[in-house]
């Protein structure tokens, strides 16, 4: 939030070598600078499950994926998944899933080198045949969105730090006046849902072609 309510602030400013200067600050290499990570992904699928104590089952996303480390050592994978509703809701991954949503997943997927959240992050050995099999896994969310952007990070080591536009000198530093801010570079894929809005609970989102891009976040 503080990231957006900056770059909020920055597109009023009157400078505009500064705006300039800022947003080629913010943008990925056109070539990796850091580890890299080789990851392939499906595209979200959602599933209904009955929860011990609930009295409706529970409606999730997921997003089934494989990461594998093709450098020349290993890195340390801890990713991130949030969708970002156009409704300027964000729902980030479950970590601590319910057992009972990722079995479904599993069965469904019938997947059994599946990963829990909780389990595939850490150390990724090199190589091919040390390939992981995850997911994401998220609640249902807004009703009303027409479309999401599905955003992972921690698929890359490359990183910048840039000076906060929005920062006063005049007030303490602290989480609410940033001096710098760190951008990390994510994978951004855009998702639209096709018909009407009645009708979305039924659609199946459609990745927007051409959509899918690197960028600082």
Known sequence: MLKLLAILMLCLAPSKPESERYTTATQPSIAPKSWELKFRYQDP???SVVIPG????????????????????????YPQFDLVTDTLKVI????????????AIKRQTNDALLLTPEKIVGKLQRGADRVRHGVA??????????????????????????KNPGFDKD????????RYMVFRKTLAVPYKFPGSE??????TPERVIDGQKWIMR
Not at 92 to 103: D, L, M, R, T, Y
Not at 137 to 162: C, H, N, Q, W, Y
Not at 198 to 203: A, D, H, M, P, T
């Open 45 to 47: 699928q959602r599933i």
């Open 171 to 178: 007030k303490p530093e602290g989480p609410d006046n940033l």
């Open 198 to 203: 009645g009708r979305r609970s039924e659609s």
């Open 137 to 162: 896994i998220f609640r249902d969310f807004d009703p009303k969105a027409k479309g999401f952007t599905l955003f992972v990070s921690g698929l890359s080591g490359e990183m910048k730090r840039v």
């Open 92 to 103: 980030p991954s479950e970590v601590k899933v319910s057992p009972e949503a990722f079995q």
């Open 54 to 77: 609930q009295k409706e089952p529970v409606l999730y996303w997921y997003v089934l994926y494989t990461v594998e480390d093709p450098a020349k050592h290993e890195v340390d994978f």
